[in-house]
């Protein structure tokens, strides 16, 4: 389930980086992190899939849907 999935990275990011971050957080982040591969590499649609699908999970987590 994303909240299982984006709460366990949000938990886990929090202890790393020793700052409160959010299941919506790391939802924005994977997005983020997809933005920078499509920018390296505009040619490989999945990195466009992706962030699509990263930002519907977050849209579900922030709507508390998920």
């Known amino acids: 389930k994303p909240e299982d999935t984006f ?3 949000a938990r886990l990011w929090s ?7 959010t299941a919506v957080d790391a939802a ?3 997005g ?4 920078a591969r499509a ?5 490989h649609e999945d990195n ?5 699908g990263y930002a519907a999970c977050g ?5 508390g849907g998920a």
Do not use: T
């Not at 920018?39 to 040619?43: L, R, T």
């Not at 466009?48 to 699509?52: N, P």
């Open 7 to 9: 709460g366990l990275l």
């Open 15 to 21: 202890a790393y980086l020793g700052v409160p971050v």
């Open 28 to 30: 924005l982040m994977l």
């Open 32 to 35: 983020l992190l997809k933005v």
């Open 39 to 43: 920018k390296g590499n505009p040619g």
């Open 48 to 52: 466009f899939i992706d962030l699509a």
């Open 59 to 63: 849209g579900e987590l922030a709507k």
